[in-house]
Nanobody, 120 residues
């Protein structure tokens, strides 16, 4: 079955950096785009960054452009989110996600999430 397991979250001061990792299994990872999402307290989950299946194309939310970088390793079945110049507004649970084709339908999957807290 599809599994996505995030790691790397924690407490960091404003201006600091974190690198999130997501280990994927149960599907042909290299065939699918991957997205990092986040959900801040009392807000809806929102997409943060997306990377194409081969890693040749990326897209970012305006709020993180120039500060976050998404990347992937199709040999290790991993996707990463390098977060620099972190702000308190970046505090959220971060999830990696994929929409996977199974039979004739497409199903969204997310991991359990990893907490990122930006505070002094």
């Amino acid at each position: 079955q599809v599994q996505l397991v995030e790691s790397g979250g924690g407490l960091v001061q404003p201006g600091g950096s974190l690198r999130l990792s997501c280990a994927a299994s149960g599907f042909t990872f290299s065939n699918y785009a991957m997205t990092w999402y986040r959900r801040a307290p009392e807000k809806e989950r929102e997409p943060v960054a997306t990377i194409s299946h081969r890693g040749s194309s990326t897209n970012y939310a305006d709020s993180v452009k120039g500060r976050f970088t998404i990347s992937r390793d199709n040999v290790k079945n991993m996707v990463y989110l390098q977060m620099n110049s972190l702000k308190p507004d970046d505090t959220a649970v971060y999830y990696c996600g994929a929409v996977v084709q199974q039979g004739g339908s497409w199903t969204p999957y997310w991991g359990q999430g990893t907490q990122v807290t930006v505070s002094s």
